[in-house]
């Protein structure tokens, strides 16, 4: 109940701000073009980095870990509003235009209706985040699982902490049904013609009054508010899970390292030691044309800038060590998020099956899941990679699937009696007219890894991620990781304006 009210206190304050300003940004080029670094900074500066000052403004305390979650879970309900709202048929507003409609009427009555899907979409991924920072947010004192996770750790318990996040899976599970049904709701009643419908505000009152009954009753007889039960399943859950964790590591071990000896050798190594082995101003010029070829003059612009800071920052050679980690898992997730978001948008029964699997990769904190990583692979840049792509893949296949079943269906239909097989209707209909939600997974997967980078820097991943936590742990070297943190922004910015100008360049 502590995760529970820090989540939802930190949801409501981010959304308050986070709806109206993905609409603006949809509605606006201008307005959206001045957001996004913003959106950049808070989703990829390390958690780490702010949390030393939030500290001393705030103190410690559930405060301090309240604004935490915030900065952090408000990025992607702006990021998706402000795609939903572009999203919209740009025929279906100009039919709203000529029929006098005024931009108020337009928004209110066109543009939030028909994108409703999207945006509630957006809201699931604020409070998967903020449940993503209830472990995070531990380290400062706040309430709730993410202590009962920490503490767990510290005393090597893989069952408990598993536990503990299992109970953090079920929160989000049950949050991310609420509100996904609340979307449809309303034209789910309608359509039903429930004899009930009429009584249902009648009985939303009787509800409330009982609920309140019982509240008076939990603060004032003891026999209320008794906890009714021991933990038993918890218990059990907690042997089976340390039980799973020494299975693994006994018969497993083998097979996990040759896999990520092959990867690490096959592809990862070749890419680190040529960024990092050529001269620097040669890497420079090289991404500073790739930007300018895949985006335009102004991505290559932005390159520019984000180079010479980089440099600036004096730590190249980690920065470049990141990137090549952070490029092979952002390939890796888009790779699974095309084939398992295609699968979920192409069937809702899949969707149903996929989805709470997703939302327990999402919100299941990386530490716990980190320990039998570290026990099957070593503490090396892939176990790194493979906590990443565990954490961002849900994100990026939940928008391409929303993007693949937004594609109409009288498309698909016309695609199929023109003699179209299964393949040519996805690769030549669905992923074509889905290009906007591809970019925005991209994106949101290539952030999310970057996001990782800090707990990659805790299993011996190194680079800017190790810098980070070394400048959080040792105060000498907090500027260093200050600098760190910086960097890991400057990534994100850089990689963003590209894939934002190539897809805008792709779709004219």
């Not at 066109?110 to 945006?119: E, F, G, I, N, Y």
């Amino acid at each position: 109940m502590d995760t529970l009210a820090l989540t939802l206190s930190a949801v409501c304050v981010a959304l308050l701000f986070a709806i109206p300003l993905g609409v603006w940004a949809g509605l606006s080029d201008r307005v959206n073009r001045i957001v996004t670094p913003f959106l950049d900074f808070m989703q990829t500066m390390p958690t780490f980095v702010y949390l030393a000052p939030l500290t001393l403004f705030f103190l410690i305390g559930p405060a301090s870990a309240t604004i935490a979650t915030t900065i952090y879970a408000a990025p992607p309900a702006i990021r998706i509003t402000a795609h939903a709202i572009r999203s919209v048929p740009q025929t279906t507003v100009e039919a709203a235009d000529s029929m006098g409609a005024t931009r108020r009427q337009a928004l209110l009555k066109v543009l939030l209706p028909m994108s409703k899907r999207t945006v509630v979409m957006g809201i699931n991924q604020t409070i998967m985040a903020a449940l993503a920072m209830v472990t995070i947010a531990a380290l400062i004192n706040a309430p709730g699982l993410g202590a009962t996770v920490i503490q767990a750790l510290q005393s090597l318990s893989v069952g408990t902490a598993f536990n503990a996040g299992l109970a953090i899976v079920v929160l989000a599970i049950v949050l991310d049904r609420v509100t996904t049904a609340a979307s449809g709701r309303a034209e789910a009643a309608r359509r039903s013609g429930s004899p009930l419908l009429k009584w249902r505000r009648h009985l939303l009152a009787a509800g409330g009054v009982v609920a309140l009954v019982l509240v008076y009753l939990s603060h004032t007889y003891v026999w209320a508010a008794e906890f009714p039960g021991e933990g038993r399943v918890g218990n059990a859950i907690a042997r089976t899970a340390a039980d799973v964790t020494s299975w693994a590591q006994d018969n497993l071990s083998g097979l996990t390292n040759a896999f990520r000896d092959a990867l690490t050798n096959g592809l990862l190594n070749p890419f680190q030691t040529l960024l990092t082995d050529s001269p620097w101003w040669l890497v420079g010029a090289a991404l500073v044309a790739v930007g300018t070829v895949l985006g335009g003059w102004r991505a290559g612009a932005t390159t520019v800038v984000c180079v010479g800071l980089l440099v600036g920052t004096g730590l190249w050679s980690d920065a470049m060590t990141t990137l090549a980690s952070t490029a092979v898992a952002t390939v890796l997730v888009m790779l699974l998020g095309v084939v398992a978001g295609v699968w979920m948008g192409r069937s809702a029964l899949v969707d149903r099956l996929v989805r709470p699997t997703l939302d327990a990769a999402q919100v299941m904190p990386p530490f716990v899941y980190l320990v039998p990583f570290l026990a099957l692979f070593g503490a090396t840049r892939f176990t790194a990679i493979v906590a990443a792509v565990v954490y961002a893949v849900p994100v990026a296949t939940k928008i391409i699937a929303d993007g693949v079943r937004a594609v109409p269906a009288t498309t698909v239909e016309a695609a199929t009696s023109t003699g179209c097989n299964t393949w040519q209707i996805i690769t030549k209909v669905q992923l074509p007219m889905s290009r906007g939600a591809l970019t925005l997974a991209t994106n949101q997967g290539l952030i999310y890894v970057l996001s990782m980078v800090v707990v990659g820097g805790l299993v011996g991943a190194g680079a800017l991620g190790y810098d980070v936590v070394a400048g959080f742990s040792q105060g000498q070297l907090y500027g260093k990781g200050l600098a760190a943190g910086l960097a890991i922004v400057l990534l994100g910015v850089m990689f963003d304006r590209i894939t934002q100008a190539a897809a805008r360049r792709a779709g004219t």
